[in-house]
């Protein structure tokens, strides 16, 4: 079994008003059953505003710290999932599944073999 990492993008800007974030938020919960359930599921998480990042880069022979996020855009990385599928379809139905629950994109990538447990 291959590690895909689904990864939820999301837009900049407030959240959604709670009629429209609580419905998605239970199609998510079923998601992550459903996921669970099928034994696809390896761990999620979701991340805090892009403006709530630290970025650490090194320079010469010193490391810099700024303020986040890395990358400036109209949209920002709001959480992912690391799965088991068998094969880039398996992981592609379950990208299928998190897009109609969260209504938004959802980039699906296999990670490098042996970079999960």
């Avoid at 419905?23 to 505003?49: T, Y």
């Avoid at 109209?74 to 690391?82: I, L, N, P, Q, R």
């Amino acid at each position: 079994m291959t590690h895909y990492l689904l990864t939820i993008y999301q837009p900049d800007g407030e959240p959604p008003a709670p009629e429209i974030l609580e419905p998605i938020m239970k199609n998510v919960a079923a998601f992550q059953e459903e996921l669970r359930a099928a034994g696809a599921w390896v761990f999620n998480g979701g991340l805090h505003p892009p403006d709530t990042a630290t970025v650490v880069r090194a320079q010469d022979d010193d490391v810099l710290v700024t303020d986040g996020p890395y990358l400036e855009g109209k949209e920002h990385v709001g959480g992912f999932t690391v799965i088991r599928a068998a094969d880039l379809d398996e992981a592609l139905e379950w990208g299928r599944k998190l897009t109609r629950a969260t209504t938004l994109p959802i980039e699906v990538r296999p990670l490098v073999d042996g970079s999960c447990g």
